[in-house]
């Protein structure tokens, strides 16, 4: 059985439209057989990273010196096969979620090798994930909008040496609800995206146009900036 450990960045937990796409994804894993444990950044005192002498990696290796709730996290990520990162979309992240990614230094190795021109290091031997997703949510129409957070995390994939396995993109979306309950979009949506989770964990891919539907525009881009720029 494969093992999952899933942070969700928004402020707003559980009432977000993050935790609304979220969900389902997790669930869809859990179908296909994957234990998944799921953290809310916001619920977690964690302090920023402030040790400039990489004491993780020199002083005392694979150990921060800063005691809070990141000693809850180390052990479940050591452990998991899939790290998922799930956000809304910020500039470009939230805080807590920012402060997370940065205490996750205490898990790679200090011996760092170019790869591609780029400075890339990997996750110490013990660390068990093998994989990074991202699923996130966003306010604006288009799919760019999502371009510096899906960055982050291929960038983290790339300086762990593990695969980005893809990411649940959901721009606008908020119009997947009206009047607090979902649209008929909405749940086609949240469908799909339950079946990337499962796709995920039961094919070790999450196919092309499952994630295109997921990403598929609710309204004309034009109609959502008037609806945005009516208040003005």
Not at 63 to 81: H, S, V
Not at 164 to 187: N, W
Not at 193 to 210: C, I, P, Q, S
């Amino acid at each position: 059985m494969s093992k999952a450990v899933a942070i969700n960045g928004s402020p707003r937990m559980e009432k977000g439209n993050t935790a609304m796409v979220l969900a389902p994804f997790i669930q869809g894993m859990m179908d296909a057989g994957s234990d998944v444990e799921l953290f809310y950044a916001s619920r977690l005192k964690v302090k920023p990273c402030t040790c400039s002498e990489m004491y993780c990696w020199y002083k005392s290796p694979g150990e921060c010196y800063i005691k809070d709730d990141m000693e809850l996290l180390y052990p479940q990520l050591r452990g998991a096969d899939i790290f998922i990162l799930a956000t809304p979309v910020y500039i470009p992240l939230p805080g807590e979620m920012q402060k997370i990614i940065n205490r996750l230094c205490p898990l790679l190795e200090p011996l760092l090798e170019t790869r591609q021109g780029r400075t890339r290091g990997r996750f110490r031997k013990g660390v068990e994930v093998r994989e990074i997703v991202l699923v996130s949510t966003g306010g604006w129409w288009e799919i760019g909008n999502f371009g510096t957070v899906l960055r982050i995390a291929q960038e983290l994939a790339a300086d762990a040496s593990v695969e980005f396995a893809g990411a649940v993109l959901r721009p606008h979306a908020f119009l997947m609800k009206k009047g607090g309950k979902l649209t008929k979009d909405g749940e086609d949506v949240l469908k799909e995206v339950r079946r990337a989770g499962y796709e995920l964990v039961k094919e070790g891919v999450m196919r092309k146009e499952t994630l295109e539907a997921i990403s598929r525009p609710l309204i004309s881009e034009d109609e959502l900036r008037h609806r945005y720029n009516r208040a003005l």
